[in-house]
């Protein structure tokens, strides 16, 4: 008989991926079901495990996919079922997300549960905009406040009393009674020139920001237009918001970047493209596995020593031969006096997590620039393993094959195969523009990238290529293609730079 389950309500934050918590993304990691809201950035439901089962319950203002007392029966339902449960909320699990409610059906029914909080939304996003919600020369409290009201009611806020404290006031799911709320200040005594600002999707590509006065806000807003989910400030500090504003001055601020590569290889090209400003989802439309005929790559293995060179030509490469070679019980001291050679930079740093330099890398990382470097000086009569994927471009055979000399094996060793995921509507992201660019390293994950997306229209994909043979790929199904100076992470993130210039 299965054990009880147990529950974690998670606080996924306000978007930026990189302000959701390290213990929470070790909680998702080990979810069984995962209950999430629509508030919950797309770079975080990336790290849902493929393994888990998902339950979306909605939960966007005036948009509910489930009522709050569905929503706790279907945790206690699940928990009782034994599973581990991640409830993923948006934001904070006990700032207006109504966590206390989901808890309180679990603590009558002796559920284990255990609450993670999250990056709140009231300061991550004014900090993101350059407001500091407390500042000694302008307040010295600040006060949260929901500015959700059934319709048809007053509020049961007293503004008076906010009024008087003096501090900054932040309402949350108030962006449909904005000017209700301005009103409400004013006639409790606000001064109608006090600054106040509407801040859009904080801490995302969407992220937009119109600063007024508390008498005048609504009327920017019908001017310039907003979208939710967006919060409103009120308060002197918001004055500081241009000088003190940082996020919008990162090259890449605004912009939206597909990220697709195997799993494992994702995280370099993504926190670069982060540091930059740019808003990342990663969604890995290829992995890699060793292959199920491991004969002849054993084979191999066990006469290493008859070897001049080994060619590496990708990460996941050096990744899984080290992997085979570990179980044939064999490391590093296996390889005795052969040399290496990679395609580039990003195979180099893979050899350098086993503690080994290539003897040869071209200046042109590509598989006809590695080839026709090893037939330039490889030695005569020289036997040359190649073990790589099994989908393996023939380039490199091309440019060995030149030199008669040369003794090739070619030896497959891992497999590349498709993944998709249902989180995400990435047809929809680009159908309606969010997606600026997808960046492709490799014709393979091009292609793994369309095996994901049936039915959308290439046409609207701005494709970075790492090189040209990927570039070929994304143009053969009508994307706008641009390809980086070099096959290199660096070079394909300063494309994609230099194309937000534009």
Not at 356 to 362: Q, S
Request: hydrophobic content about 40%.
């Amino acid at each position: 008989m299965k054990m009880t389950g147990k529950v974690w309500l998670v606080g996924a934050g306000p978007g930026d991926v990189g302000l959701f918590t390290i213990k929470g993304e070790q909680v998702l990691k080990q979810a069984e079901v995962v209950v999430y809201d629509s508030l919950v950035g797309d770079g975080v439901l990336a790290l849902v495990p493929k393994s888990a089962r998902l339950i979306n319950v909605g939960k966007r203002a005036g948009h509910h996919t489930m009522k709050q007392e569905m929503i706790n029966q279907v945790l206690l339902d699940e928990a009782k079922k034994g599973f581990r449960v991640v409830r993923l909320k948006g934001g904070d699990p006990f700032l207006f997300g109504r966590g206390g409610e989901e808890l309180e059906l679990l603590s009558e029914n002796d559920i284990p549960y255990e609450v993670v909080p999250g990056v709140t939304s009231s300061i991550a996003v004014p900090a993101y905009n350059g407001i500091p919600v407390t500042h000694r020369d302008y307040c010295s409290s600040v006060h949260i406040i929901t500015g959700h009201k059934k319709a048809g009611q007053e509020y049961n806020i007293d503004f008076e009393a906010l009024v008087r404290t003096g501090g900054t006031l932040v309402f949350l799911m108030g962006v449909t009674a904005l000017s209700d709320i301005c009103s409400n200040l004013m006639k409790a005594g606000m001064n109608p020139d006090m600054p106040a600002a509407i801040l859009q999707q904080g801490t995302t590509a969407g992220q937009k920001r119109i600063v007024a006065t508390v008498s005048t806000l609504k009327e920017e807003v019908e001017k310039q237009g907003i979208e939710t989910p967006a919060i409103i400030v009120v308060g002197g500090v918001c004055e500081v918001a241009d000088k003190f504003a940082w996020y919008e001055k990162l090259p890449l601020f605004g912009c939206k970047v597909l990220v697709t590569r195997p799993k494992e290889l994702i995280s370099v090209m993504a926190k670069k493209l982060r540091t930059y400003g740019a808003e990342v989802l990663e969604l890995p439309s290829i992995g890699v596995k060793a292959v199920e005929d491991k004969k002849r790559i054993h084979e191999c293995l066990e006469k290493l020593e008859s070897y001049q060179w080994i060619a590496f030509t990708s990460p996941s490469g050096v990744r899984i031969f080290f992997e085979l070679l570990m179980e044939k019980g064999k490391d590093i001291r296996a390889l005795g006096k052969v040399k290496l050679a990679a395609i580039g930079q990003g195979t180099k740093k893979a050899l350098a997590e086993y503690g080994l330099y290539p003897d040869l890398m071209p200046q042109i990382y590509d598989g006809e620039a590695l080839g026709r470097k090893m037939a330039q000086e490889c030695e005569e009569n020289a036997r040359i393993l190649i073990p790589r994927a099994a989908i393996g471009n023939k380039e490199i055979l091309q440019e060995l094959g030149k030199r008669k000399d040369l003794m090739v094996d070619d030896v497959a060793t891992y497999d590349t195969y498709y993944e998709s995921q249902e989180l995400i509507d990435e047809v929809g992201e680009f159908e309606k523009g969010s997606i600026d660019y997808a960046v492709f390293t490799s014709a393979s994950t091009v292609k793994g990238f369309v095996n994901a997306v049936p039915g959308l229209d290439y046409t609207k994909v701005k494709a970075a290529c790492i090189g040209k043979q990927t570039q070929a790929a994304a143009a053969a199904y009508g994307m706008e293609t641009y390809v980086a100076k070099e096959a290199s992470i660096d070079s394909l993130v300063e494309l994609v730079i230099q194309l937000r210039k534009l």
